[in-house]
Nanobody, 120 residues
């Protein structure tokens, strides 16, 4: 079965950095675009970054562009999110996500999330 397991979150000071990881299993990782979302308390979940299956194209939400970098290692079935210059408003649970055709059905899968807390 498809599994996405995030790690790397934590408490960091304003201006600090973190690298989040998402280990994927149960599907052909190199065939799917991968996404990172985040959800802050009291807010809707928002898409922050996407990387194509081959890792040759990325896209970012305007609020994180220039500070966040999404990348992937298809040999390790892992997608990363490097987050720099952290601000208190980046405090959220960060989720790994994949959407696509699995076993002839369009399905969506989420990891359990990893908490990022930025102190001012």
């Amino acid at each position: 079965q498809v599994q996405l397991v995030e790690s790397g979150g934590g408490l960091v000071q304003f201006g600090g950095s973190l690298r989040l990881s998402c280990a994927a299993s149960g599907f052909t990782f190199s065939s799917y675009n991968m996404n990172w979302y985040r959800q802050a308390p009291g807010k809707e979940r928002e898409l922050v970054a996407t990387v194509t299956a081959r890792g040759d194209y990325t896209n970012y939400a305007g609020s994180v562009k220039g500070r966040f970098t999404i990348s992937r290692d298809n040999a390790k079935n892992t997608v990363y999110l490097q987050i720099n210059s952290l601000k208190p408003e980046d405090t959220a649970v960060y989720y790994c996500n994949v959407v696509g055709w699995f076993r002839f059905k369009r399905e969506e899968y989420w990891g359990q999330g990893t908490q990022v807390t930025v102190s001012s």
